[in-house]
């Protein structure tokens, strides 16, 4: 074979490789990586191989992302199936012989402990999209009560772990799904009127439930806890309020321009708890200021839109479901991080997309966008 020949066989197989990725996505996912990582530079200086390994945590959510994103989506739709039910296996597996630490059994052990939770991140939206696509030509309201059920299960199993973050993840993601696929307002507007009527109930009459001591019928104590902290941190400033205290300070402490970088006296005080991880938008806050904050939302505000018009161009509609399901939970762990860093949402454990430290969220995160990938490049597929 001739250089030529050789050179022109190489290029053909780069390009087999870069075709994958959706260039958008792709540069917006690299540019919240490198946020991270310059951020995770600055709140991990004294965690030896930390920045590392969130190094190493990308470089593994890219090779995932790849190989989600050259997955076709009909061949995503038999593997529905497979993944819910083992993804429900591997929770009913948990709760019977799982490994527990800190007070929560969420890990088990095959070999090398992993947490099967995250994959019904995934598993849920991909099973709801499967189901509702068999029952596209006339959905029913037989159809919204079966596909509550299979969202249930996994959810269930996560908060008796406990594991209240990851079950709200859940939940939303399925959640987002039957949204999408025709829930009428008339049964989504009752069950709004009530979130609203008990989150203004326990506004005004949590101060004094939490003052006397009052146990909350269906709510563990260090669940009460956390809400008792929402409405007032001041009242365990040393304790189950640092968190949120000690966040708001570094998040306000930024003003406009940030403290800069290496500078955020928060963090390298260490008084912001969890600074590589749930809290590094704290870090990121004081460091960059509001300037910061208004340059990673617009990020944020361009990978679901991005998202979102990928699933607009879906051509079946289990993908555009699954798309749509997908970008809304990426909005999901933003808001919600921000939201419990900022002091507006109790604290639950959920990761900041593509900044946070950690492989397992980082990986979910990856195949996701590789399935978003996957969708936009087979767009002109004409289904069967």
Known sequence: MTEAALIEAGWRRLKQFVNVFDLPLAIILGLLATFSLVTLYSAGYDFPGRF???????????????????????????????????GVALLVCVAVFGISKNGAQRWLNVGVVIQPSEMLKIGVPLMLAWYFHKHETQVRGRDFFAAALLLVIPVGLVAKQPDLGTALLIMAAGLYVIYFAGLSWKL?????????????????????????????????????????TLLDPTTDPLGKGFHTIQAAIAVGSGGVTGKGYMQGTQAHLEFIPERTTDFIFAVYAEEFGLIGNVLLMLLYTALIARGLIIAGNAPSYFSRLLAGSITLIFFTYAFVNMGMVSGMLPVVGVPLPFMSYGGTALATLGVGSGILMSIQRHRKLVQT
């Not at 203004?200 to 939490?210: A, E, K, N, R």
């Open 52 to 86: 590392e390994g969130q190094v190493r945590n990308f470089v593994a959510a890219f090779f995932v992302l790849w190989i989600a994103a050259n997955i076709k989506p009909h061949h995503l739709m038999r593997m529905a199936i497979p993944v819910y039910v083992s």
């Open 188 to 228: 989504i507007a009752p069950v709004l009127l009530i979130a609203v009527i008990g989150a203004g109930s326990l506004i005004y009459f949590g101060d004094q439930m939490c003052a006397d001591g009052v146990k909350w019928p269906g709510m563990r104590e260090y669940q009460k806890q956390r809400i008792c």
